[in-house]
């Protein structure tokens, strides 16, 4: 683990060399076993939240890390069975939720997060732009390309591109059954002028995933009812 990110509020901190991500056959016995009480949450989550679509996810089964290197595997569930399970508390400890955000940093100093809209499952939730894995980001030879996933997800929700020139320099914060891969990038932008650009791209979009956009600049700007336990860390961790 790296000495520059204690641990806090129970989360741990890694920064990492390489990431390998691999999609792989798991037996999820928990949703094979509770197959009825899922339909039924989904019944009523969907009834709530007519917008919400039952796709493919992908969730984790192992993950470790060894001087710098991490190794995930990854396997398919259904998106109702993830929100079952996460809502739920996560019963089952060998399963995670595991995902990639890009992080953006503005010149001066603020990073910039979105605010989840109504319709969406996470509602008035603020956190990086990012979205679970999916098989289209699953590649040849079963690679999972988390990279990519967070880059696209940051483009869609955000209309921005990671500069080429950005290297992948990956932070993993673990906690609460959750692996936050998290990809921190710096804009030359002030923290303004980037908003301003998200909202732009809001503005054209006839469903919007994100109602705003909130920058933080320091530990007094985290919200806690609002921003998830490993946001919170990660900024805590990062900002005066």
């Known amino acids: 683990m790296s000495e520059a990110f204690p641990k806090s509020d129970g989360f741990t901190f890694a920064?990492?060399?390489?990431l390998e991500a691999r999609l792989v056959a798991h037996d999820w016995g928990w949703a094979r076993d509770n197959a009825d009480a899922i339909a039924a949450h989904w019944a009523e989550r969907q009834a709530a939240k007519p917008a919400l679509f039952d796709g493919p996810v992908?969730?984790?089964c192992a993950c470790?890390?060894?001087?710098?290197?991490?190794?995930?595997?990854?396997?398919?569930?259904?998106?109702s069975e993830f929100l079952a399970f996460r809502d739920g508390g996560s019963p089952d400890p060998s399963v995670t939720n595991a995902f990639a955000a890009i992080v953006p940093w503005s010149c001066?100093?603020?990073?910039?997060?979105?605010?989840?809209?109504r319709?969406?499952?996470?509602?008035?939730?603020?956190y990086f732009p990012c979205g679970t894995p999916d098989p289209s980001d699953v590649r040849e030879?079963?690679?999972?390309d988390l990279a990519g996933s967070a880059r696209r997800e940051f483009l869609e929700e955000t209309g921005l591109r990671v500069p080429s020139e950005a290297a992948v320099n990956?932070?993993?914060?673990?906690?609460?059954?959750?692996?936050?891969?998290?990809?921190?990038?710096h804009f030359p932008e002030e923290a303004a002028g980037l908003i301003a650009r998200m909202e732009g791209h809001r503005s054209t979009e006839a469903e919007p995933e994100l109602s705003g956009f909130v920058a933080v600049r320091s530990r007094a700007d985290l919200d806690a009812d609002r921003m998830p336990g490993f946001v919170r860390a990660y900024l805590t961790a990062s900002c005066r």
């Open 64 to 79: 470790t890390v060894t001087d710098g290197a991490c190794t995930i595997d990854l396997f398919e569930a259904a998106f």
């Open 170 to 185: 990956w932070v993993l914060v673990s906690g609460e059954q959750q692996h936050a891969f998290l990809h921190p990038v």
């Open 108 to 117: 001066d100093g603020a990073a910039v997060l979105g605010v989840m809209g």
């Open 15 to 18: 920064r990492l060399d390489s």
């Open 141 to 144: 030879g079963r690679h999972v």
């Open 58 to 60: 992908l969730l984790a």
């Open 119 to 126: 319709e969406s499952a996470n509602a008035g939730q603020i």
